[in-house]
């Protein structure tokens, strides 16, 4: 059975080659995140992107991931995915993981769709029979029939997106990472790609999903973490949660410029209440 705990992650990231504090004429900025991690003299050495992440998933679980742009949702996704690896706490993954972020990546413009397939399904962990077998599958899904056979430089931006979800879709894991819901190309097919979309979140065991779409959240979402500043603001039922946010969000939109709160004065905040 599927499982994804999280205990106390952090992620910090290194800053190289940076002056006095990273800023020109060695200048410190007025109001410094205080992310920001300096050596003793004074250099920018790295940014503290999460810290004291926590949160226990099993199977059934579909969490869902609210905040700002910035607040750490997508490299939050990326730490789950095993794309960074956490410098702080533990995360503890019992099954397959698959992440979805980026459609635009991931294809060789000198191979064909074919081969483009088969190469795809071995960076997700299958052997060339379980790719073999889900080929059909693809092939009918995304509706490119010859081009298959052909050089995906020939293809339209429309094409390799289809090529793309075709496939990912197509390789179903046991714990399912999105980074906002996918949906591509013409009105037919992005009505096909929303219905797969609901149909693997539907089969996977577990789903991590980051959106600012809360109505995506609320439909599909049980639990949900609400990010400020790499942060966890708030961890629980998914419509408290939301709620929560969308207060906050409207009291920092109807603030007054010297009234507005740091995402981090905002996560002391919502403690204290």
Known sequence: MPSLIAEKLGLTLPIFKSGRSGMKGG????HRDPRFLTSGSGKLTGFKVLTNISFELRTGDRLGIVGRNGSGKSTLLSVLGGIYEPTEGELKVDGKVRGIFNLSLGLNNDATGYRNIQMLGLVAGLTLDEIEHKIPEIAEFSELDEFLMMPVSVYSSGMRMRLLFATFTAFRPEILLLDEWL??????FRQKAGRKMQEIVEDAGIVVLAS???????ENCNVSVWLEGGQIAMYGDTQEVIAAYEDQQAKIKNAKPEEQQSPLKAIEQSHAE
């Open 27 to 30: 200048k410190p900025p007025v």
């Open 183 to 188: 949906g591509t190309g013409d009105v037919n």
């Open 212 to 218: 600012h779409n809360h109505k995506l959240l609320q």
